[in-house]
């Protein structure tokens, strides 16, 4: 990508340039001490969640999980607890099943209506694109009566498409939005050298777009991901109990009275083990997702 | 000992190789059958004709796999019986989602209502899709039911759900031994549980107190010191002033209602009273109604009013019995003749008007459940205010003795007074109020005042 780089004469090469720009920035001890401070703030309720879970059910009721460093007591017990609740791992499946799609479906249809609202002129765009950008702005909550209604209606109700559907529904908005600025971002004359070429709108869609959006497309899936995979709400209103996610399964865990609750952390560590794997094989994208965003062509 | 790890090991790889195997477990999971050994006369279904084939879905707030495969289990009988098969789906979100599911056209067969007062209200709005209860589950209730069980049932009128499960919450729990040791006698008059309040209260050392409560439950913060409230109005007021203020007929600002406020107040704002071993009065609002019993089985706390269901709660390895590390006595009233008692259950309405939904609700009414029902509840925390049931059948000796006070003749049963308000005050303002009244020390009558205002005017 960086082949095109202006013959100007000079030291170093503009990457090498950018690698000592952001080593001298990085290495700034004050930015270091924030970025501790932060990183610190931020693991503290991690840390102590995954204490939490590995403490006797008898400690995890009566005193803080800091108190481990001065009475370590660790068991497995919670996790063996949680894992042993039946159908567990169909509702592992069942998370899988319901993600995978919910992904896949918004994405696919943000990057038509994306191309569309940045590269094809027609009338009425500007209003449309205000008003899907607008629908941002609906919560979900108040979504949920009119759309049971309308499944239950259509027949659909008691079926994964219920779930597929709503997720992307919810989705799209901010998934055609992201995407958009993305491809608007990508200089225009390479979009007409394409045409000049005699490429159509296909053919600039798939050859000179699609890859230039990978990281984008990757960074709007992680975030698609997460917030599918970590949803109760709408498994709670829509997923029929054959179809209940692992979210809803360890809600339950917790029992009617609220007296095993102390498995909750051990089953909250269980269902983050997903995303974790995913974030992690994905972060490459996702950060440069987010530079892709900042930086202007 | 070298047996325990061996046995850990294999249990966790069975555990893990369960978890993770493909297949799919069985919704037909008969795995409590065996513990049934109660007959059932099938003939009892013949006058609904040939069920066989048939569904019956049953959506409920039990949806933790040890609480909700107890009802799985007792229903087997039933669809031995008549071929029909009962669906359970559980969901914790019960009290929202089914307002939803009903307004949405999605309306199970049956739904188990936790409080009579969201019984009532959809019954109400969605009057075109409830069905009353058939005649036969009726009879059951007449005849199996007392007279309140079936009131609580009764919307304008009409008869829409049947009593599936009942609990008694005047309840104090203490530690048999501590009392014991102390020489102290289970009180049998409000006078003499405050004499033993105040000799503890004298001899306490250091964080113990006499009491010990908490009333923070999440979104539903408050609710046991509205049992507190209602425990103490059955102790104060009469049972018809009691019926007279769910309604607001009596008027919650009415020195009768203070005066039952107060009582509650003259231990839970009592600084020398309260909180054994979690600290100062305000603690109580911030302790979670879940664990605040627990310091008793430290030596901190003494005494602890909960709910039957509260057994659940103590973990593992306590025993929940007269002789155990913990039990329960009945939370007197101002004479021995006197006996009010607070409890709470479910109730069953049905959404079909099916032969099979019309032969579920009489099973359900039937002592035959009930019986069933205790024998597959191995771990306890179900009863039933079935007349028929058998207290043998019941599991765990705090269940036996709710029953025993349930059955009791002299009992003078209410219903949780905060389920039967409209929801707006029930599961609104009396909690928020309660806590407010805890938490900021805001003065009975200014809290009582705020509730009363909060009532919705129809």
């Keep these: 990508m960086s082949a095109t780089a202006p013959a100007m004469p000079r030291k170093l090469t503009r990457k090498e340039q950018r690698a000592v720009d952001n080593k001298t920035k990085l290495t700034s001890p004050t930015a270091s001490v924030i970025a501790i401070i932060i990183a610190i703030v931020w693991t503290t309720p991690t840390a102590g969640l995954l204490i939490t879970s590995f403490r006797p059910a008898s400690e995890i009721r009566t005193t803080g999980w800091w108190t481990v460093f001065s009475n370590p007591d660790f068991t497995t017990e919670n996790y063996s607890d949680a894992l042993g609740t039946s159908g567990l791992g169909q509702s592992f499946i069942n998370s899988i099943v319901i993600t995978i799609p919910a992904v896949i479906i918004p994405i696919l249809l943000a990057l038509l209506a994306a191309y569309a609202f940045a590269w094809i002129p027609f009338k009425g765009r500007d209003i449309l694109f205000t008003a899907v950008f607008a629908l941002q702005v609906v919560p979900i909550q108040v979504t949920l009566i009119p759309l049971l209604t309308q499944y239950v209606n259509v027949g659909l109700d008691g079926t994964l498409w219920v779930l597929w559907l709503s997720h992307s529904m919810f989705a799209l908005p901010l998934a055609i939005f992201l995407l958009h600025n993305f491809m608007k971002e990508i200089p225009a004359s390479l979009i007409e050298a394409a045409r000049v070429d005699g490429a159509g709108h296909v053919r600039i869609f798939f050859t000179v777009l699609l890859p230039l959006l990978v990281p984008a497309i990757a960074s709007f899936g992680i975030f698609q991901f997460l917030w599918v995979w970590n949803d109760l709400l709408v498994a709670m209103v829509f997923a029929s109990n054959d179809y209940a996610p692992v979210t809803r399964k360890i809600a339950e865990m917790v029992g009617s009275f609220g007296s095993a609750w102390h498995l909750l952390a051990a089953g909250a560590f269980i269902s983050m083990l997903v995303p974790v794997i995913v974030f992690l094989a994905l972060q490459r994208y996702f950060v440069r997702g987010m530079l892709a965003g900042g930086v202007k062509g | ?458």
């Design chain 2, 1 to 458: 000992m070298s047996k325990l790890p061996l046995r850990k090991i294999l249990g966790g790889t069975a555990a893990t190789a369960m978890v993770f195997s493909l297949a799919a477990c069985s919704s037909e999971d008969s795995g409590g059958n065996d513990l049934i050994t109660y007959e059932i006369d099938c003939t009892q279904f013949e006058e609904f004709g040939d069920l066989s084939g048939t569904t019956v879905t049953v959506y409920s707030s039990i949806a933790s796999e040890s609480e909700a495969q107890p009802h799985v289990d007792s229903f087997a009988p039933f669809e031995e019986c008549t071929g029909v098969d009962v669906e359970w789906e559980g969901n914790r979100d019960f009290e929202a989602q089914m307002p939803i599911r009903a307004a949405a056209g999605n309306a199970p067969d049956i739904a188990y209502f936790p409080q009579p007062g969201l019984m009532g209200s959809i019954v109400r709005d969605y009057n075109d899709q409830v069905v009353p209860v058939g005649p036969t589950a009726e009879a059951n209730i007449d005849q199996y039911y007392s007279e309140a069980f079936k009131a609580y049932g009764t919307v304008d009128g009409t008869l829409y759900g049947v009593p599936v499960g009942a609990n008694v919450k005047s309840f104090v729990w203490y530690s048999p031994s501590m009392f014991a040791e102390a020489g102290y006698e289970i009180p049998t008059t409000w006078d003499e549980l405050m004499t033993i309040t105040e000799d503890i209260a004298a001899n306490a050392e250091g964080v113990e107190k006499p009491w010990c409560a908490g009333i923070e439950s999440g979104g539903a913060t408050g609710w046991p010191a509205t049992d507190w409230v209602e425990d103490m109005m059955l102790r104060t007021a009469t049972p018809e002033q009691y019926d007279q203020w769910v309604t607001n007929e009596l008027a919650f600002n009415d020195p009768v209602v203070i005066e039952a406020i107060d009582k509650a107040g003259s231990i839970l704002k009592n600084p020398d009273y309260v909180n054994g071993g979690l600290g100062n009065v305000a603690t109580i609002a911030t302790a979670p109604f879940t664990d605040a019993g627990l310091p008793i089985l430290d030596g901190q706390c003494w005494m602890h009013r909960q709910a039957s269901f509260y057994q659940a709660n103590w973990g593992e390895g306590v025993t929940v019995a007269e002789d155990g590390d913990v039990w329960a006595f009945y939370l007197p009233a101002d004479s021995v003749d006197e006996h009010p008692v607070l409890g709470a259950g479910e109730f069953a309405t049905a959404f079909r008007d099916a032969p099979e939904v019309h032969a579920f609700q009489a099973y359900l009414t039937s002592p035959d459940w009930s019986n069933i029902k205790g024998q597959t509840t191995p771990n306890g925390g179900w009863l039933s205010a079935n007349t028929e049931l058998d207290p043998a059948n019941l599991t765990k000796p705090i269940d036996q003795l709710s029953y025993e006070i349930l059955a009791d003749p002299a009992t003078v049963f209410r219903f949780d007074g905060s389920d039967l308000m409209p929801s707006a005050v029930g599961a609104g303002t009396f909690w928020t109020e309660m806590t407010s009244w805890i938490a900021n020390d805001k003065s009975t009558q200014d809290v009582a005042d705020a509730i009363q205002d909060s009532w919705p005017s129809e």
